[in-house]
């Protein structure tokens, strides 16, 4: 097809490099009302009638019809064997994966602290994990065991009780290396139900399944739909839009490497984003050379090569600086640094869910295995959110003790400051400490 | 009026006390389908005409008319001004608190951090501020400078360059005590626009504003709706419901203490909401004498009366024990342990957005000047979610650098799991860094 470039060519220097970029990057959920509609009932209906609502629904979608919920729940037992039946080396390397992503995790437990002022007054913070947390797990193709270490080992780390586990199983069909995962991550509980209904068990509770404090997990978009929904009943993890990589290459990484990540991207979805951006021309050739070479060797071209046309681009730009540049506009969810001074580069890099160094460091060692989280943030929202990790599973309490002393050095601060805004109850509940009746 | 109890009395003893508590918490937020319409017609036309639509709605809605939306920007000398003619003792009462809720909030600042693996493989988080952040500071009775000050404060501790301020100035009005606390929070830039046009140019950007990245800060319902329809293309902090307040008492608080500070929730708001649990039914009548006696001294009686009232109680607990396990299930926005040894009850508590320990800790102290911020999860939101803090303006990169012998180790890991998924490009990314062509 010589009309239809493998992967499109900007060139910052070109007039309307600006809109260009824009256009490549543009990408809006679309909103559909129909889902939206069929999403609000069944959170309803759930909320109304509980189990027997989820038992209908889980019936009709899913073509599981169960004589109750609780012939819905996975015993642990059931994940154990799985996990026991594994081959050994994907067993091995679903253990290895989990206890590296346990050891990343734990570095960011965060710790309660305080302080104590000469006064007396004692300030502080108190942290504490989250009670419940409920985890979704797609069905079916989309089931990625990966996803559940990624999503279900924060929390265990950040010191969640109880993850409450929920996944589709249509047609009763159990899928065994998700259960596998589950085990390995120390999942609590498993329920074989999925779609708005398990979203709306979670959030609401009913007869048989506790409500849980926050969802997290990814679904399709019914499930999404049904999380912007109960968000504020309950906490929820980020809504993703496509994913993305972003190289930014110096041109010595060898070309194959390269396209082979940019693959790695597209392979996901259609709708997934590659984008390369390097100061060598030449270079940029060898990589689209690559690209001709490998795509007919991938199991998954038409998808690579669909979303490569649509929504990839090799970009040409004046030096490494103008990159950074780009890619703290872009803020991407996953950022190669493919260089050979890839911390010099890092320095001027604001902006990006996850950020890989080197030649060697291929965004999929960090999606399995590394260590961080692959739960990134997308669409831009790197500009203001963070990988999904042990924070998301803890929350903070102020904490406020303030001495007989110290309320005489505040009281007369904060009457000033309320009355100042009208508030008189405010002040006087504060100047009733400045008198002290039970010294 | 003896038909209307001040506030109402439970016992957890009572046969119906779970359904009378569960009733009494029950709050849920009106959706108004006419703000809703009228938000997202203003948001896709500010969108679209930028300037123009924005001073289209300032002139229609504030009666605020402008040549154009330079006329509309407050400069920062104006807010110097306004700070030094304030009287002396609430300027030093506005510095003074500033200077603590700086202090408070130096302590939640995150720096990055990195290990190195015995390979060579480095891995971390890179922590960095927003570049931009907008705040939404209501105008007429609402303006509150504390307010301005626990929302701005921590941006710019957190590094965030640039702090948009917007605020709707009604006849051209400005309030010179918000352009005083703008002045001491540091505030970057002032806008005399408000309502669903300023979250629109905050969110997309205008000829004359640029986008921002995160807007926080309270308003209306029209500007609520709107800061949750543009949540996505920009971060948002929490959707505030009614404040609340619940005090645990040991019974050996002034009872005068504990009315009043029941009383400075009730004011706030005829929803807000003031529960005391105490195991001493003498402390409760001796309380419930104190509001007797010290409502009708109070300005704001009648707001005070009818959210007593209405969402008010005094609840016998069986002992203090009792009284942590329902503060668990309550979750309140602020939470005042007025007790001897309130450390000993701290223990049990782990879910509340701000805890004031000890009889002198009014939520009046913490509201204005202890340090912590007064921007609280409420409505039950403390089970997952925290105060506004320095970490809502700092975002998270994660950083992996995989050396050539830990792309080694990794590669067959990462490569089984991605077969495993049906990934092979990704199994193939890291393959090829198994072999090193450039060592």
């Known amino acids: 097809m010589p009309d239809q470039p493998l992967i499109r060519r900007l060139d910052t220097r070109a007039a309307d490099f600006a809109a260009d970029l824009r256009r490549l990057l543009a990408f809006e959920a679309a909103d559909d009302a129909s889902i939206e509609q069929a999403v609000q009932a069944i959170l309803a209906d759930v909320r109304t009638r509980g189990d027997a609502a989820v038992l209908e629904y889980t019936g009709r979608f899913d073509r599981n019809p169960a004589a109750d919920l609780a012939a819905l729940k ?9 996990l026991a039946a594994l081959p050994a080396e994907q067993r091995d390397a679903l253990q290895a994966a989990a206890a590296r992503i346990r050891a990343y995790h734990e570095h960011q437990r965060a710790e309660s602290w305080s302080y104590t002022e000469p006064d007396g007054t004692l300030l502080g913070q108190k942290i504490t994990p989250l009670d419940r947390v409920g985890l979704y797990v797609p069905g079916g193709k989309a089931a990625y065991p990966s996803s559940l270490l990624m999503n279900a080992i924060p929390a265990k780390v950040a010191g969640v009780a109880e993850v409450v586990m929920v996944t589709p199983t249509p047609d009763g069909a159990r899928n065994p290396i998700v259960l596998a995962a589950a085990a390995v991550a120390g999942v609590d509980q498993i329920w074989a139900i999925g ?30 739909a049904a999380k912007r ?56 050739d060898a990589v689209e050379a690559s690209i001709e070479k490998l795509l007919p060797t991938m199991a998954r071209a038409d998808i690579i090569r669909a979303s490569l046309s649509g929504r990839g681009a090799l970009i040409l730009v004046s030096d490494m600086p103008q990159a950074c540049a780009i890619a703290n506009d872009i803020a991407p969810e996953h950022l190669e640094i493919s260089a050979e001074e890839p911390a010099r580069w890092l320095e001027l890099i604001r902006h990006a869910g996850a950020i890989f160094l080197g030649r060697y460091t291929s965004e999929s060692l960090g999606d399995y295995c590394a260590g961080p989280n692959h ?59 400045l008198a002290d009746p039970a010294a």
């Open 74 to 82: 996975i015993p642990a037992s059931e994940a154990a064997a799985a």
């Open 195 to 224: 779609g708005a209904q398990a979203v709306a068990a979670l959030a609401y509770g009913t007869q048989s399944i506790a409500a849980v404090d926050k969802i997290v997990g990814p679904g399709n978009a019914y499930v999404a």
């Open 229 to 284: 929904r109960v968000f504020g009943t309950v906490g929820i993890d980020m809504i993703a839009g496509p994913s993305e990589i972003l190289v930014l290459c110096d041109g010595t990484t060898p070309p194959d490497w390269v396209a082979m990540d940019l693959f790695s991207q597209a392979e996901h979805d259609e709708l997934a984003q590659s984008i390369l951006l390097c100061p060598d021309a030449a270079y940029l």
């Open 375 to 433: 739960v990134l943030p997308t669409s831009r929202t790197a500009r203001f959110s963070s990988p999904l990790g042990v924070y998301d599973f803890q929350k903070r309490s102020s904490l406020i003790q303030v001495s007989s002393a110290g309320a005489q050095a505040l009281g007369p601060l904060a009457a000033t400051l309320a009355y100042g805004e009208g508030l008189d109850a405010h002040a006087r509940s504060a100047e009733f400490r």
